[in-house]
């Protein structure tokens, strides 16, 4: 089985899969890190300093590098969403994300560009558009601990085949952030 974790850069996929890797359950495959180590990517966007993934090339080599020896293959990445039928959307309030991109040394193009696409639910969206299966879940106010131990329960919910209750609990729509302006 397949998992992305997705979510707009900052909401917490990397602190959260790298917690994953000693899972003895889970393959972790760091999407971004892969891309660019195997230049699966069409463009170099200069400008916006990114890439642009080949999403084909980057599906038949996810299959590729598929244990199937472990349960749970966890893909992370802002674009699991686009190879995935299964994911978890992480969710930050635009003004927490503010202060964790910021923190980054992002430009401030980049980081306005990243909380007006949190702000819109640009990959939530996409998500529930693609995607069999979506849990949503926000990172704002409790700890990387307490995230770990939430997609825990969504991940045994989902090798046991009962998730009914976890898709009301992490039910996509759950956050809004519309109110947010910006300055
Ligand atoms: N509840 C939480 N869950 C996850 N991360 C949190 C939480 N609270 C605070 N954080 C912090 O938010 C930051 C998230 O950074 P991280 O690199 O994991 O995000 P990311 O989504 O992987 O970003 P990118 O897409 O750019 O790789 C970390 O510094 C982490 O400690």
Redesign the pocket.
């Known amino acids: 089985m397949i998992i992305g974790i997705t979510?707009t850069?900052?909401?917490?996929?990397?602190?959260?899969t790298k917690l994953l890797e000693d899972d003895p359950l889970c393959q972790v495959i760091h999407l971004?890190e892969l891309i660019k180590e195997e230049k699966l990517y069409s463009e170099v966007d200069v400008e916006r300093d990114c890439v642009v993934a080949d999403m084909d090339l980057v599906y038949d080599r996810v299959l590729e590098l598929q244990d199937k020896s472990y349960p749970v293959t966890i893909v992370?990445s802002?674009l699991s969403h686009h190879i995935a039928d299964i994911v978890i959307v992480?969710r930050t309030s635009p003004g927490k994300l503010k202060e964790?991109l910021e923190k980054r040394k992002y430009s401030v193009e980049k980081v306005r560009e990243n909380l007006e696409a949190e702000a819109l639910d640009i990959i939530l969206a996409e998500a529930v558009d693609w995607c069999e299966k979506v849990f949503e879940l926000d990172?704002t106010g409790?700890?990387?601990d307490?995230?770990f131990k939430d997609i825990g329960r969504i991940i045994k919910g989902l090798r046991r085949g009962d998730t009914e209750e976890l898709e009301q609990e992490f039910r996509p729509g759950s956050v809004e952030w519309s109110d947010y302006f910006f300055d």
């Open positions: 979510g850069p900052g909401t917490g996929k990397t602190s959260i971004n992370d802002h992480l964790r990172t409790g700890t990387v307490r995230t």
